[in-house]
């Protein structure tokens, strides 16, 4: 009997087993106890072996009071808790691999390799644009879309 009473009091919170596991471990141990633990024990035990910064969360953000709330009201809020720490913590992974697959070049493909065929014809190529003011098709400097092609390929290899 005293063994019981021990294991109640020794019952601790487990990340894996989450706030559902612990607090059907404390009421097992509570159950299997030769005088059942009043409400009071069990709220207070269960209080104390949550982790630190839940335990915060749920005062503060969650609006509970030992006070005023039960130890139902707690692990409720608790088990919600949980579920948005992970479902936070999955998103956070997965922008960072997200930002780290970006920053780092990828093994299959070079960092500076043209991905995909741009088909121009010939004479698109070798046109000219009129010099200003002259009317005449004399060749300019800068040969407008070999310029543009130039550009997006430099784009291109960039990405």
């Known amino acids: 009997m005293q063994d019981t009473c021990e294991v109640f009091r020794n019952a601790a ?11 059907d471990s404390l009421l097992n141990h ?10 009071y024990t ?15 969360a749920l005062i503060h953000n ?7 709330n039960t130890v139902e ?5 608790a088990k919600a808790y949980e579920t948005s720490l992970k479902m936070a913590t999955h998103y956070l ?3 960072t691999r997200a930002k780290t697959a970006q920053q780092t070049p990828s093994a299959t493909q070079p960092p500076n390799r043209i991905v995909g065929t741009v088909l121009v014809k010939q004479a698109e190529l ?14 300019c400097p800068v040969n407008t879309k070999q310029y543009m ?4 390929i430099k784009q291109w290899q960039s990405v």
């Open 30 to 39: 509570a159950q299997n106890m030769a005088v059942y633990p009043d409400e």
């Open 62 to 68: 969650g609006g509970l009071s030992p006070e005023v």
């Open 13 to 23: 919170y487990i990340a894996e087993d989450g706030v559902q596991g612990y607090y």
């Open 93 to 95: 992974e997965h922008r």
């Open 126 to 139: 070798n046109h000219t644009k009129p010099t200003q003011g002259s009317g005449r098709q004399d060749s």
């Open 42 to 56: 069990i709220h207070k035990k269960f209080l104390d072996g949550i982790p630190s910064n839940m335990l915060i």
């Open 149 to 152: 092609l130039q550009q997006q």
């Open 73 to 77: 009201d707690f692990v409720s809020e």
